[in-house]
């Protein structure tokens, strides 16, 4: 029988003190993996709950550090934040062996009383599975130079994605990323937030500047930005963030 039930009807303290701090929000680029030359996991359950970022020693299977983004039901918030600090210093198989009942009983601030609903956890059910299914593949990068310079692929060896997207001029590039992140921040964010487009660098990397929003939540935003102009434009798209301050007056 499970040890959860839907009697929970209100956040236990201990989520709420988890989602006034959370100790494990953020987010691992591959750079930062190269550097550590650790591999990198990273999957994101279906429903678009959370993203969980491993980086991984391949020679033991061992979490060496982990992160999550979440921008799902506020209890998912704490949910992966304990999950997230509870893979630490666990191989990958032992992390995909955690249970609910045992997240859940972390987050009680009693015997008693139920921290959630069970349904509130289902997500990191999918990011077992999903993690095991993705360890095959997570290599580790070389250590990469202190400075590389960017180098636009020869044409010969472009994509099909590539040969829609490259021989854009910048005006049009960022034109069309300016369209696809109206149409994700409606969809997908959810919040009154503003941002501006800083600049699109090395033809892929593209700057913001976003205000109405909390720093600590500038990953969670990026990822998610990231992710819908990665599906509607190109692949190797990426999204930095800075923070803006409201001007008074």
Known sequence: MSLVTPTATLPSRKIDARLRHPRTRGAFLPLDAARRQLGLLSV????????????????????EDSRFIAFGSMPSHAIADVFTESVRG???????????????????????????????????????QLALQELPRVVVLPRPAETVAYQRKRE????????????????????????????????????AIAYSIQGLHDDFRVVLSVSGV??????????????????????????????TVSKKG
Request: proline content about 6%; aromatic content about 6%; some cysteine.
């Open 44 to 63: 994101a359950d279906p429903l678009g709950q959370c993203r969980i970022y491993w980086l991984i020693d391949l020679a033991t299977s061992v979490i």
């Open 90 to 128: 666990r191989t990958v198989e032992e992390a995909s062996r955690l249970t609910i009942e045992q997240l859940e009983a972390l987050l009680r601030d009693d015997p008693a009383t139920p921290a959630f609903a069970e349904a509130d956890a289902a997500f990191v059910l999918d990011l077992q």
């Open 156 to 191: 010969l060896d472009w994509s099909d994605a590539d040969r829609s997207w490259l021989p854009l001029s910048y005006l049009k590039k960022v034109g069309k990323v300016g369209e696809f992140l109206d149409r994700a921040v409606r969809e997908r964010v959810g919040t």
């Open 214 to 243: 909390p720093d600590e939540q500038l990953p969670t935003i990026a990822k998610l930005l990231e992710d819908a102009l990665r599906a509607g434009l190109h692949p190797q798209l990426s999204v930095e963030t800075v923070a």
